[in-house]
Every structure is written in C-alpha cells, then in structure tokens.
C-alpha cells in the first residue's frame, strides 16, 4: 500500500543536504545513560547491544524496539540517540544492535557486516524473544540496516517481530553505488568508505596472514572498489555486483508478511528514481510513504531554534497502532 507522507521540510531546509546532515550538527551533543551487552554468536564472533537505561522497573510485557544502524554507524549516530529517547518517552524498552565491528571494538573474525547478512539479526532477535517471553518485539532498521531488515522479514516468515520500520533503505544496491559516485554525493561517499577503511586496516594489522595489505585498502576510491575486494570475497559473492543484485531488498518486499512501514524521501542523496518501489512490488503487509524532501534519514521539521524530528514521533505513532492491532 502506498500512503502519502505527512512530512514536509520547512521552507528552511528543503535542500536534501541540509536535510541529511542537520541531524548530526542538532544532535551532537545529545547524551543517553545506556547499559551494553555483548551476545555471543554461534561462529565464535560477537556483536554489543547498547540498551537505554531507564530508571523505572520494566514489566515483562514491555514492547522491545530493537534498532539496526546504517553504515558504519552506531548508537552514537544522531539518529539512534533521537529514537531510542523516544521509544523510552513511549515506555518502551529500546536497543540498538551494532553489527560486528561498529560498536567501537573489532570483531574476531575476518568477515563483517553487510546490507544482506540477517544472521546476525536473527540470533539477537531470537535471543530477545527467549530471553522476554512475553514482551513484544519491533523492529527498526535505518539506511543499510533498513535493506538489511527488508531482507531478514522476506527471509523470515516465522520471526516474532509483531511489526517492523525501515527508513530509507537503499534497495537497489547498484544504483545506490553509482548515485554516491555522482556530484556533493560523493561528500557521503568519501566520510565513509573513509571510516570502512581505516576499520579494515586495523584489522588486517591485528589479522595474521590477512588476503589484503592495507597499501590495497587504501587505493580504493570508491564503494564498488570495496565490495568487489572486501565485502563480496569475505563473505561468499563472486563480486560486487553479484552481492549487490543478490542483497538488494527491492525485490523482496513482496514477500514480507510482517506489518512494515517503509519510508524514503524522493530527494534522498544516497538513492536515485530506481530505488522507489512501484504499488505492484509491495505485499499487503507494506505499507509504503514517500515524501518529497526528507533527504537520507533526516526529515527534520520545525524551525532551527525547535526543531522537530518527525521520524521520532511517526514511527512510534506506527509502532503504537499495530501494538494496539495485536492485543484487540
């Protein structure tokens, strides 16, 4: 089902960067007390779970939201701060799981972390569902977590998820790539792979007899150039556009059969027309919002002094509705 959107950017900020990049300069400073987890995983690896604390005890019948970040993100991502308060301002207990290596510390193994793994996901959802029997479980996935999550629920027919979100996923992972190779684009592009370097050089150095040197890592200029020598070969692609075409959630969201609310912006710089779903690609249980302005995860309201972040009040407002559907 395709819904409009009830956002709209303020005259202020209706340029997709300041859009994207807002977030980050509003939320710099913003400080949450958390609790971490570190979960054990069946390969010999771990991911840290970062739970808001909250000062109030938690019934058993609490919902849990549990949150999967972007690329090379985090709980420190202006995004994740933003709804995890939400979420406890809901009454409900929030987590965000760091996929491996995004929590500050390298993981043990050679493999990462990628747009289509939904292992991991699923031993922390399962994990949340033995461990809070009674307490309802939604999902929430941003940027790559989100095509990450689109994966997982049309993988999954059988998860306990009672309902889940994905903002601005990029489901069509070719067009994605090209698009950051294109004009300010390439801004986001660079900060990045930047980051994913520098990450996967400590670890070869940390790696005894690892495939690559870092003088190859560095001369990498672009996504295509990682997955291709990275990410495809540690983790089982013939190459970037094999993991590309077999990651890329668009195709998917036919085939997912929990409540989802999927939300993109049309303006949004990391994506182009070609990651848009059209109503016949969605199943019954999508439903599907698209605004205008928004720009990548952003959709910030308001004016500068007070600003609004509409995807802190929207998503719980969903979230809450099929909670109410599930317990009628």
Known sequence: MISPSQFTAPW???????????????RRNKRLKLAWQKLDLADGDFVDLAWIES??????????????????????????????QACHQQGWRAVVM??????????????????GEIEDAKACINYLQQQYPKAPLLALGYSLGGNMLVNYLAKTPNSPIVAAAVVSPPLNLAACSERLQRGFSKIYQHHLLSRMKRNLCKKINKTQQAPLNTQQVQSWQNFVQFDEHYTAQAHGFKGAADYYHRCSGLPLLKDICHPTLL?????D??????VIPKAEQLSQAVEYRLSNTGGHVGFVGGSLLRPQFWLESSIPAWFEQQLEQVTK
């Open 55 to 84: 000062d109030e005890a938690s019934s058993p019948e609490q919902p849990i939201v549990v949150v999967f970040h972007g690329l090379e993100g985090s709980v420190e991502s202006p995004y994740a701060k933003g709804i995890l």
């Open 269 to 274: 710089p990391f994506m182009d027309q070609r």
């Open 263 to 267: 939300i993109h912006a049309a303006d």
């Open 12 to 26: 202020w900020a209706r340029n997709s960067h300041i859009q994207t990049l807002l977030p980050t300069f509003l």
């Open 98 to 115: 760091h996929f491996r290596g995004c929590s500050g510390k390298p993981n043990k193994l050679w493999r990462g972390y990628h747009s």
